[in-house]
């Protein structure tokens, strides 16, 4: 059973609409991640959470938010979409001191 | 400015053959460098991942071969399959806990291989 879930697989916006991306992990990790993935650009950070209540901005945070309310749960949030955040997007979980990262199916979000 | 590059951007290579993936680096306080792999409609996922203090790790038919100095790494993948056709993401981090395994991803290389 997979331990990391993403839900819109699928999401079509339209421009300044907000969109949510949800994530939930039943791996117990304490970190959980959100990337975008853009042909050429390979994989980039736009959030991540170390526990409950927290988030802290990656490397691209521009335009989106984070919200962590649970271990288990880890939201992406697009307040006014834009056509240029037309992407699929990546959740990932981990484990502090063990370095790998469990990626989701991942969401392919298309802004109209 | 990208911390971590990697070449060729796109690889082919008959079955049988040896496949050479590069990975070079910018921040010298990284010391943790893992390889995902990733095939179409999936997502990525760990393949094999090296650590300074060696120079060398091997999996089956896959290597990484580590050169501190240089700031350099490589993937060997031996006896290629069309089954490794797939695109490789060489990634890289500060050891835990200091920044909570935040990894940065090179763009990836797309590896065809024929049979």
């Known amino acids: 059973e997979a331990a990391v879930t993403q839900s819109p697989r699928n999401k079509v916006a339209v421009t300044g609409g907000k969109v949510t991306l949800s994530c939930n992990q039943t791996?117990?990790?304490?970190?959980m991640y959100w990337y975008r993935q853009d042909t050429g650009h390979g994989l980039r950070l736009i959030h991540y959470s170390y526990g409950a209540g927290s988030t802290e901005k990656g490397d691209i945070p521009d335009g989106y938010k984070a919200s962590r309310p649970s271990q288990e749960n880890f939201s992406l949030i697009l307040e006014l979409a834009t056509p240029s955040q037309t992407s699929v997007y990546f959740c990932?979980?981990?484990?502090?001191?063990?370095?790998?990262?469990?990626f989701g199916p991942g969401t392919r979000l298309t802004v109209l | 400015q990208q911390q971590v590059r990697q070449s060729p951007q796109s690889l082919t290579v008959w079955e049988g053959e040896t496949a050479i993936l590069n990975c070079s680096y910018e921040d010298s306080t990284f010391d943790y460098f893992p390889w995902y792999w990733q095939f179409p409609r999936e997502s990525p996922a760990l393949l094999i991942a090296?650590?300074?203090?060696?120079n060398k790790k091997e999996d089956g038919r896959f290597t990484i071969f580590f050169n501190k100095r240089e700031k350099k790494l490589s993937l060997h993948i031996t006896d290629s399959q069309p089954g490794d056709s797939a695109t490789y993401f060489c990634a890289a981090s500060v050891n835990p806990p200091q920044v909570v395994g935040q990894l940065t991803f090179g763009r990836g290389t797309r590896l065809q291989v024929y049979a």
């Open positions: 791996n117990n990790h304490n970190n």
């Open positions: 990932a979980s981990g484990e502090t001191g063990v370095e790998e990262q469990y």
């Open positions: 090296i650590r300074p203090v060696s």
